[in-house]
């Protein structure tokens, strides 16, 4: 997950993180969704971080192959609807 300041530059928060990475645990069946949350893991008491995006998704299955998304333009076209708020 990366952070953006109201013209879209990469924002640091106020630790100095521009991104953190974040672990959702499963398992998701097959043609269904999964739904994370991670609340306050940016301190932005500045309130300049506008947006944060996912950036980089993998998925691990169950016999153990790997499938990565980069770049939100990608990953979002992979997502539901109502997956993230924009």
Known sequence: MTNYNAVGDVQ???????????????????????????????????DVIRKTRLTNVKFIFTDGTTKSFSGYANINKHMTSDAWDD
């Open 12 to 46: 640091r928060d106020d630790i100095g993180r521009a991104s953190r990475t974040v672990k959702g645990i499963g398992p998701i069946e097959p043609e269904e969704g999964g739904r994370y949350f991670w609340d306050d893991i940016f301190w932005d008491e500045r």
